[in-house]
C-alpha cells in the first residue's frame, strides 16, 4: 500500500520560512518523480514544484521561483519542500504526488499516480 505522509504545515507570518516534508513507504521512491502541489478552496490544485527520480530535473512555478526549494533523499525516501519568503498568497493545503511513468516533471495533477493527504500552510499578513 502506498503511502505519501506530509508534515511541516502550520501558520506563519508573511516574510518568514517553512518547511515541509513528505515520507513515502510501499513504493520504489527512487523511481518516481516527486511533485508538490496546493489547493485553495474552489480553485483548481496547483502545481508548486517538481523533482525527478535523479534530482537532475527540477521545475518550479514562476510564482514560488527564487523562494521555494525542492530537494529529495532517495535514501530516506522523502521529498522536502524548503518555502521562504511566504506570502499570504502562499496559503493553501500542499499536496505531495508521485509519478512512476513520466520522463519529464509533469506540472499538471494528471499523471502523478499517488497522493499524500495534505497538509495546511496559513501565512497570515
Known amino acids: 500500500q502506498v503511502q505519501l505522509v506530509e508534515s511541516g504545515g502550520g501558520l506563519v507570518q508573511a516574510g518568514v520560512s517553512l518547511g515541509l516534508s513528505c515520507a513515502a513507504s510501499g513504493l520504489t521512491f527512487s523511481r518516481y518523480t516527486m511533485g508538490w502541489f496546493r489547493q485553495t478552496p474552489g480553485k483548481e490544485r496547483e502545481f508548486v514544484a517538481g523533482?525527478?527520480?535523479?534530482?537532475?530535473?527540477?521545475r518550479y512555478a514562476d510564482s514560488v521561483k527564487g523562494r521555494f526549494t525542492i530537494s529529495r533523499d532517495n535514501a530516506q525516501n522523502t521529498v522536502y519542500l524548503q518555502m521562504n519568503s511566504l506570502k499570504p498568497e502562499d496559503t493553501a493545503v500542499y499536496y505531495c504526488a508521485a509519478d512512476g511513468t513520466s520522463a519529464i516533471v509533469p506540472a499538471i495533477p494528471t499523471p502523478y499516480e499517488y497522493w499524500g493527504q495534505g497538509t495546511q500552510v496559513t501565512v497570515s499578513s
Open positions: 523533482i525527478s527520480w535523479g534530482s537532475s530535473r527540477i
